[in-house]
């Protein structure tokens, strides 16, 4: 009976592995984009009172497995990842997780080890828990980091902006000539946007804002408003495009010191065990004499 039961929890072990590679390969392979989506979001009506933001329209075949997960989908795109990789990434590192107690339990077996079958399988589910767990907060710390870092690449190119404006260039020019000038992701994003913005024959402006709404920067939007009053009224925007410049510098600089004393602060508690340590090597001579004494 015995014999038969790891039997059975070898064969379950083996079949979690392979599932496993397969959902691991499965995450690394490319996918072919999907035609019907994309021109949906290229030719998708106006949401109503927002012009050039598109409304979302999903039917119910196109409704993933996992939508009763809500997932941040604002971290997703910033990271440019679709919530099916993100979920077999998760998955993977779960079933990876997993395999570590069941080949504990093997060599158990093997060397003939008393223990209970409730131990290894209790520990499974929670490293399954625990990594994906892990690497769902990678993933958001990681948002976080791109976003901080889309900031700062947009302080560049609000000034940049700036200066096109001053030049003599119109709105919608001094838009696409300044996203030509750096490189980086962020600005691949944004030349992204404004060409879409193009094709379509909208105002760059409104692809800029739906752009800020999916990725979750809100400085965006704001210099797209301020665009916008360029390209529509006329205005000269120049001092406020300086100001916002001046602003997200702000900004910046006070995330930089905010992460700076929280780094610190995780250095205090190493610290103060190294100074134990020295202060336990130092004295342990002197109480050791003083007891050889007495």
Same mark, same amino acid.
């Given at each position: 009976?015995?014999?038969? /039961?790891?039997?059975?929890?070898?064969? /379950?072990?083996?079949?979690?592995?392979?599932?496993?590679?397969?959902?691991?390969?499965?995450?690394?392979?490319?996918?072919?984009?999907?035609?019907?989506?994309?021109?949906?979001?290229?030719?998708?009506?106006?949401?109503?009172?927002?012009?050039?933001?598109?409304?979302?329209?999903?039917?119910?075949?196109?409704?993933?497995?996992?939508?009763?997960?809500?997932?941040?989908?604002?971290?997703?795109?910033?990271?440019?990842?679709?919530?099916?990789?993100?979920?077999?990434?998760?998955?993977?590192?779960?079933?990876?997780?997993?395999? !570590?107690?069941?080949?504990?339990?093997?060599?158990?077996?093997?060397?003939?080890?008393?223990?209970?079958?409730?131990?290894?399988?209790?520990?499974?589910?929670?490293?399954?828990?625990?990594?994906?767990?892990?690497?769902?907060?990678?993933?958001?710390?990681?948002?976080?980091?791109?976003?901080?870092? /889309?900031?700062?690449?947009?302080?560049?190119?609000?000034?940049?902006?700036?200066?096109?404006? $001053?030049?003599?260039?119109?709105?919608?020019?001094?838009?696409?000539?300044?996203?030509?000038?750096?490189?980086?992701?962020?600005?691949?994003?944004?030349?992204?946007?404004?060409?879409?913005?193009?094709?379509?024959?909208?105002? &760059?402006?409104?692809?800029?804002?739906?752009?800020?709404?999916?990725?979750?920067?809100?400085?965006?939007?704001?210099?797209?408003?301020?665009?916008?009053?360029?390209?529509?009224?006329?205005?000269?925007?120049?001092?406020? !495009?300086?100001?916002?410049?001046?602003?997200?510098?702000?900004?910046?600089?006070? $995330?930089?010191?905010?992460?700076?004393?929280?780094?610190?602060?995780?250095?205090?508690?190493?610290?103060?065990?190294?100074?134990?340590?020295?202060?336990?090597?130092?004295? /342990? &001579?002197?109480?050791?004499?003083?007891?050889?004494?007495?």
């Amino acid at each position: 009976m015995i014999i038969d /039961f790891w039997v059975v929890a070898a064969g /379950f072990a083996g079949a979690v592995f392979g599932f496993g590679v397969y959902l691991a390969l499965t995450a690394w392979r490319t996918p072919e984009p999907a035609l019907g989506p994309a021109l949906r979001r290229l030719h998708s009506p106006a949401t109503p009172g927002v012009p050039g933001l598109a409304t979302p329209s999903h039917s119910a075949a196109d409704k993933p497995w996992w939508g009763w997960i809500d997932l941040p989908k604002q971290d997703l795109e910033i990271l440019n990842r679709t919530p099916q990789a993100h979920a077999t990434t998760v998955v993977s590192v779960g079933f990876a997780a997993m395999l !570590l107690p069941g080949l504990v339990a093997v060599g158990a077996v093997i060397v003939r080890a008393p223990f209970s079958p409730a131990v290894p399988l209790v520990i499974s589910f929670g490293l399954a828990a625990l990594g994906g767990y892990l690497t769902h907060r990678s993933m958001r710390t990681a948002a976080r980091a791109a976003r901080s870092e /889309f900031v700062r690449a947009l302080c560049t190119y609000v000034t940049l902006a700036a200066h096109q404006v $001053r030049a003599g260039h119109g709105a919608v020019e001094a838009m696409e000539r300044a996203a030509r000038i750096c490189q980086g992701w962020p600005y691949v994003r944004l030349r992204s946007a404004l060409l879409t913005a193009q094709l379509q024959m909208t105002p &760059p402006w409104d692809e800029l804002r739906a752009l800020a709404l999916a990725v979750g920067v809100d400085e965006l939007s704001a210099y797209a408003d301020i665009m916008r009053s360029a390209g529509s009224d006329g205005a000269q925007v120049y001092r406020t !495009l300086r100001a916002q410049a001046e602003s997200l510098r702000d900004q910046a600089r006070v $995330r930089a010191l905010e992460d700076a004393k929280k780094r610190s602060s995780k250095l205090d508690i190493p610290a103060t065990m190294l100074v134990m340590v020295l202060l336990a090597l130092a004295i /342990f &001579p002197i109480m050791a004499n003083l007891f050889a004494q007495t």
